[in-house]
Nanobody, 128 residues
Framework: QVQLVASGGGSVQAGGSLRLSCTAS????????MAWFRQAPGKEREGVAS???????TYADSVKGRLTISMDSAANTLYLEMNRLQPEDTANYFC??????????????????????WGQGTQVTVSS
């Protein structure tokens, strides 16, 4: 019943910007965690950023200061504002969400296990 649809990916030059969106249906971010993960060809999945329903965020060191996660509860939409993109940011980006009433302490960009709902990937390609 819960569906997450990611969009906004594309191809940009190094230093460019993109804004990813993840629209959720059948889901309300009530005391819950939403996050972005990514996977590049030949590499393992890695966490990018997370946001709890109270606005608390966490980021991977590699993206801190360049990528910003946010959530529009009215629109049931998760965002990832991506600035100063680098070739190493090239990956398929996935959005995910935890069940409602999850503990704030579990909301971390590295926490894959507590994510119950996953969207399809949206590709981001950064060329040098």
């Amino acid at each position: 019943q819960v569906q997450l649809v990611a969009s906004g990916g594309g191809s940009v030059q190094a230093g460019g910007s993109l804004r990813l969106s993840c629209t959720a249906s059948g889901y309300k971010p009530t005391r819950s965690c939403m996050a972005w993960f990514r996977q590049a060809p030949g590499k393992e999945r890695e966490g990018v950023a997370s946001i709890y329903s109270d606005g608390t965020t966490t980021y991977a060191d590699s993206v801190k200061g360049r990528l910003t996660i946010s959530m529009d509860s009215a629109a049931n939409t998760l965002y990832l504002e991506m600035n100063r993109l680098q070739p190493e940011d090239t990956a398929n980006y996935f959005c995910a969400a935890s069940p409602p009433f999850s503990a704030p302490s579990t909301c971390n960009y590295r926490n894959y296990g507590d994510m119950r709902y996953w969207g399809q990937g949206t590709q981001v390609t950064v060329s040098s």
